[in-house]
């Protein structure tokens, strides 16, 4: 296979990493979130092996296999058996409906990818192009981040932008220093377990996950 074909293979699976984002931001249920942030997680480990593949970038073998571990099995498994355990299986609370959400992330994957223009033209890497894309993923999750009133689909957009933001290291720079790949991972897989644990703390004192119930906390 030549390089460029190696290419297309790598920009259409970060155009279907967008598109999974998209419909992670249209997506009410909690366990559908799960599953669709598990595929994301996928398509990113696959790009990333191809990338790895095409242009000897060896250290990015690691990375795949970390966003394997991680993102497609351990943190899908671990939110699985949370929200079975604090039976938080009904729909999503959003703050807007879902087609205002959809027209505020279409204008922000425009913005995102006239954003990412110039700085990808600066950029030695074949596979710049995809910049605007990873910077997109970025800005759609922040967007689920802030739309969403429960914790669960909270912290889930929180990790679908650190996929985002990984896809545009591998675009921009052929990936992070395996160090410090290690220690984000390793940052990444601890918060998440504290969160979690914060999760049942929210539940028991509120009886909800909804992050609202917050504000009635006042200072004694």
Same mark, same amino acid.
């Given at each position: 296979?030549?390089?460029?074909?190696?290419?297309?293979?790598?920009?259409?699976?970060?155009?279907?990493?967008?598109?999974?984002?998209?419909?992670?931001?249209?997506?009410?249920?909690?366990?559908?979130?799960?599953?669709?942030?598990?595929?994301?997680?996928?398509?990113?480990?696959?790009?990333?092996?191809?990338?790895?593949?095409?242009?000897?970038?060896?250290?990015?073998?690691?990375?795949?296999?970390?966003?394997?571990g991680l993102k497609v099995i351990a943190m899908p498994w671990f939110f699985f058996r949370l929200i079975r355990q604090l039976d938080a299986h009904r729909e999503v609370e959003t703050l807007f409906n879902v087609p205002t959400t959809m027209l505020v992330g279409i204008v922000l994957v425009v913005f995102a990818f006239n954003l990412?223009?110039?700085?990808?033209?600066?950029?030695?890497? &074949?596979?710049?192009? @995809? !910049? /605007? +894309?990873?910077?997109?993923?970025?800005?759609?999750? *922040?967007?689920?981040?802030?739309?969403?009133?429960?914790?669960?689909?909270?912290?889930?957009?929180?990790?679908?932008?650190?996929?985002?933001?990984?896809?545009?290291?591998?675009?921009?720079?052929?990936?992070?220093?395996?160090?410090?790949?290690?220690?984000?991972?390793?940052?990444?897989? &601890?918060?998440?377990? @504290? !969160? /979690? +644990?914060?999760?049942?703390?929210?539940?028991?004192? *509120?009886?909800?996950?909804?992050?609202?119930?917050?504000?009635?906390?006042?200072?004694?």
């Amino acid at each position: 296979m030549s390089q460029s074909l190696y290419l297309q293979v790598v920009n259409l699976l970060s155009a279907l990493l967008l598109l999974i984002a998209f419909a992670m931001l249209s997506q009410r249920r909690v366990v559908g979130l799960i599953t669709l942030f598990a595929w994301q997680g996928l398509a990113l480990a696959l790009s990333t092996t191809i990338v790895a593949y095409s242009t000897g970038q060896h250290h990015l073998y690691y990375s795949a296999a970390l966003t394997v571990g991680l993102k497609v099995i351990a943190m899908p498994w671990f939110f699985f058996r949370l929200i079975r355990q604090l039976d938080a299986h009904r729909e999503v609370e959003t703050l807007f409906n879902v087609p205002t959400t959809m027209l505020v992330g279409i204008v922000l994957v425009v913005f995102a990818f006239n954003l990412a223009q110039p700085i990808s033209q600066m950029s030695g890497t &074949v596979t710049r192009s @995809i !910049l /605007g +894309i990873a910077m997109a993923s970025v800005l759609l999750s *922040f967007l689920m981040m802030i739309t969403r009133t429960k914790a669960i689909p909270q912290v889930i957009g929180f990790l679908a932008m650190e996929n985002g933001l990984f896809l545009a290291a591998t675009s921009a720079t052929y990936g992070m220093p395996l160090v410090v790949e290690l220690g984000v991972a390793l940052d990444v897989l &601890v918060g998440v377990l @504290i !969160l /979690g +644990i914060f999760f049942f703390h929210i539940r028991e004192t *509120f009886d909800s996950l909804d992050l609202k119930h917050m504000e009635s906390l006042k200072e004694r």
